[in-house]
């Protein structure tokens, strides 16, 4: 089974850039598209981007376009979520999901996505 663990969150100054990593072991992750993930204090949960298994295809909510872009490296099992002129209100703990799926098309944010990480605190603050 599927188990991804993201690392690479911390403490980041407003207009700063940060990666987070999501490193899977257990199969192999270029079946599986990628999804990110962020939950803020008091919120819902909500989709940030979402990557197709060969990482030609992805998804990006408005809040993250322009900003955030989702490059992966199947050959490490890992995918990344580079995130760019990061605001506070980008502070949440960020997850990602895998999808097994059989098109390259990146699936919805509401999909059943059956992997998820443990999350990785965001905090943008000066």
């Known amino acids: 089974q599927l188990q991804l663990v993201e690392s690479g969150g911390g403490l980041v100054q407003p207009g700063g850039p940060l990666r987070l990593s999501c490193a899977a072991s257990?199969?192999?992750?270029?079946?599986?598209?990628i999804s990110w993930f962020r939950q803020a204090p008091g919120k819902e949960r909500e989709g940030v981007s979402c990557?197709?298994?060969?990482?030609?295809?992805?998804v990006y909510a408005d809040s993250a376009k322009g900003r955030f872009t989702v490059p992966r490296d199947n050959a490490k099992n890992t995918a990344y979520l580079q995130m760019n002129s990061l605001k506070p209100e980008d502070t949440a703990i960020y997850y990602c999901?895998?999808?097994?799926?059989?098109?390259?098309?990146?699936?919805?944010?509401?999909?059943?996505?059956?992997?998820w990480g443990q999350g990785t605190q965001v905090t943008v603050s000066s």
């Open positions: 999901a895998a999808l097994l799926v059989f098109n390259d098309y990146p699936p919805p944010f509401h999909d059943a996505f059956g992997s």
């Open positions: 990557v197709s298994k060969s990482g030609d295809n992805t």
């Open positions: 257990g199969d192999t992750l270029r079946h599986y598209a």
